[in-house]
């Protein structure tokens, strides 16, 4: 723990909670500090979630980080997918009528290949399909651009954690430069988190959620971001969280989500918080002035 956690500690004495009340302390936006900006589920405002038509979007906005989700198939592929069925973005229930619930797991990379994940967002994305790690990591580095990646419900795929690593390794994406500036791996399990920073230290890793405050000394020798919704945050938490040292020995970072007005981003960016997760991505960044 680094020493700045001493005014952690004290402020822990007051409580979480006192930690969560508004407050007016909001940091000024021209202090030099801008957000890092991270397209959630590619611009997903602009094009359907998780597909490379997001990714592409994202960087024709000149968003330089994208978000996104892993699953896993029922015969072991990892495919870029948010819930853990597929009704709601493809056309599942059309190609597959008599298979409810349509979870991930219970089809195979081929089936989840034929489905349509475009056509629920617009006409124009027809034929979109559902794409895996190894063609989302891809798409991201002919871009140029940079990975969050979250591993989803980690619980419905022991070992996940193990198989994303390999993957990301195969595709080139745990050498040294990846590791030092364009890859973060992320999940709401603190178990998840933990697993991958045991198999790849070198992996910069962000915990999902808003922990308490007395949890953070042992989440920081794992991570190396808290990653709350921005309904949960205030100044003072944002500081506590800084306070303490991450995984890496520098201090823990903030990425908060979803953001997507821009009167709400420049008051969470006000927070003091190091990163913006937005559907309108180019809008928190017209606001806020981030990259």
Request: charged share 20%; glycine share 8%; proline share 5%.
């Amino acid at each position: 723990m680094h020493a700045r956690a001493v005014a952690a500690t004290t402020t822990a004495l007051l409580g979480t909670a006192a930690l969560l009340l508004p407050s007016s302390d909001v940091r000024a936006a021209d202090d030099g500090e801008r957000p890092t900006v991270i397209a959630h589920r590619g611009a997903s405002a602009y094009a359907p979630e998780n597909t490379l038509a997001a990714v592409d979007t994202a960087a024709r906005l000149g968003i330089q980080w994208v978000e996104n989700d892993v699953q896993r198939t029922k015969d072991g592929k990892l495919v870029v997918i948010h819930d853990d069925s597929l009704q709601r973005t493809t056309d599942v229930e059309q190609v597959f009528p008599s298979r409810a619930p349509w979870k991930v797991k219970d089809f195979t990379a081929a089936e989840i290949a034929r489905l349509d994940a475009g056509s629920w967002f617009g006409p124009s994305y027809a034929g979109t399909h559902v794409p895996t790690l190894e063609q989302y990591v891809h798409r991201v580095d002919r871009n140029h651009q940079k990975l969050l990646l979250e591993i989803k419900n980690p619980t419905l795929y022991p070992g996940i954690e193990q198989q994303t690593l390999k993957v990301l390794s195969n595709e080139g994406w745990l050498d040294s430069g990846h590791l030092a500036s364009r890859l973060i791996v992320q999940s709401f399990s603190a178990d998840s988190v933990r697993t991958v920073h045991q198999l790849k230290p070198g992996v910069k890793t962000g915990l999902l959620g808003t922990p308490s405050v007395a949890d953070l000394p042992a989440l920081a020798q794992f991570t190396d971001q808290i990653n709350p919704s921005h309904t949960t945050i205030t100044t003072g938490y944002v500081a506590t969280v800084h306070a303490f040292d991450g995984a890496h020995g520098k201090p823990l970072e903030v990425f908060a989500w979803t953001v997507n007005s821009a009167e709400t981003a420049r008051q969470v960016a006000g927070y003091g918080v190091d990163g913006l997760i937005s559907n309108k991505p180019d809008v928190v960044r017209d606001a806020t002035g981030g990259s």
